[in-house]
Nanobody, 126 residues
Framework: VQLQASGGGLVQSGGSLRLSCAAS????????IGWFRQGPGKEREFVAA????????YYADSVKGRFTISRDNAKNTVYLQMNSLKPEDTDVYYC????????????????????WGQGTQVTVSS
């Protein structure tokens, strides 16, 4: 499975971006997908996750109410709509696959995921 994350960029505080995670090599709908972010010298941080069918989602407390994860299995793509962006959201954002959609404690751990995309930079200016 290859994952391609895109949609990052530079946006002002309060603005919006939509990230995409496109899967190839295998059908995206076979996997749950998680979004993580990581800045220089920081650990990879959980952002959101979605089940294979899209019916279940989890969010980190820091993004709840501002970010929305969704998926279009016909397009093998998962989206992360990010609204009301803050400077502290500045990071490289990664998507990753996991076969089983587990508990929040499981889905929030980077080590529980298999394939990872290359990351897309999000920069929020104040």
């Amino acid at each position: 499975v290859q994952l391609q994350a895109s949609g990052g960029g530079l946006v002002q505080s309060g603005g919006s971006l939509r990230l995409s995670c496109a899967a190839s090599g295998s059908t995206d709908s076979s996997y749950s997908i998680g979004w993580f972010r990581q800045g220089p010298g920081k650990e990879r941080e959980f952002v959101a996750a979605i089940s294979r069918g899209g019916g279940s989602t989890y969010y980190a407390d820091s993004v709840k109410g501002r970010f929305t994860i969704s998926r279009d299995n016909a397009k093998n793509t998962v989206y992360l709509q990010m609204n009301s962006l803050k400077p502290e959201d500045t990071d490289v954002y990664y998507c990753a696959t996991r076969v089983v959609f587990g508990s929040l404690a499981t889905m929030s751990r980077p080590g529980k995921y298999g394939y990872w995309g290359q990351g897309t930079q999000v920069t929020v200016s104040s």
